[in-house]
């Protein structure tokens, strides 16, 4: 089993909508959570940290569930220029990052 | 500011041969990562120096990989007798001190062993 699960997709999602994933971690003492986004061929850039409380930056939120261990990426209002892939990261107590497989997003007009 | 680099951005090789990747981190960076990336997958960790030191190597997958970082900057990933499993985009990334997951990553080389 995987230390950190991703649903692979493709979410084919209309622009203008409302997307959602979730992302599943092993490790109960995984420390922090993050969010980074990949376009085809380019390298991975941090999008958002995900803390405790929840965070929100525009259209974009993200949640933590300690309990049930997993985290989500809300996207609200897509735009074209969304569609990428979206990578959770779990990081431990070392700054060891654990990188899921990704979620590919690809939003239609 | 200058972002991470990485030298050679692309690199054919035939199987057995020797390869060197370099990567340029941010200036003032002391933590910089290695990684591996298969198409379809996450990036896979290799080894993180902190300084000049490798903090952690684990994920080395085996002895002919080997990377180093003489002066606290710019390091240098090894690659003896490469195989054709060895093929992949290497990523390096660097962090600011402190931000534990805010990793500025390079282009990477996409390493092609034939």
């Known amino acids: 089993r995987k230390e950190v699960e991703q649903d692979p997709g493709p979410f084919n999602v209309p622009e203008g909508a409302t997307v959602a994933f979730n992302c599943t971690y092993s490790?109960?003492?995984?420390?922090?959570f993050f969010w980074y986004r990949q376009d085809c061929r380019k390298e991975p850039k941090l999008l958002m940290s995900?803390?405790?409380?929840?965070n929100e930056d525009g259209r974009f939120t993200a949640q933590l569930n300690r309990a049930s261990q997993y985290i989500s990426l809300l996207i609200r209002d897509s735009k074209l220029s969304d569609s990428a892939t979206y990578l959770c990261v779990a990081a431990d107590s070392n700054y060891q990052l654990i990188w899921g497989a990704g979620t590919k997003l690809i939003i239609k007009p | 500011g200058a972002g991470v680099s990485q030298t050679p951005s692309n690199k054919v090789t035939e199987k057995g041969k020797y390869v060197e990747l370099r990567c340029d981190p941010i200036s003032g960076h002391t933590a910089l990562y290695w990684y591996r990336q298969s198409l379809g997958q996450g990036p896979e960790f290799l080894i993180y120096?902190?300084?000049?030191?490798?903090?952690?190597d684990s994920g080395l997958p085996n002895d002919r990989f080997f990377a180093v970082r003489p002066e606290g900057s710019v390091s240098t990933l090894k690659i003896q007798r490469t195989e054709r499993g060895d093929s992949a985009v290497y990523l390096c990334?660097?962090?600011?001190?402190?931000?534990?997951?805010?990793?500025?990553f390079g282009p990477g080389t996409r390493l092609t062993v034939t």
């Open positions: 490790n109960s003492a995984s420390q922090s």
């Open positions: 995900v803390y405790s409380s929840g």
């Open positions: 120096f902190q300084g000049t030191g490798a903090a952690d």
């Open positions: 990334a660097s962090r600011p001190t402190g931000a534990e997951g805010e990793q500025y």
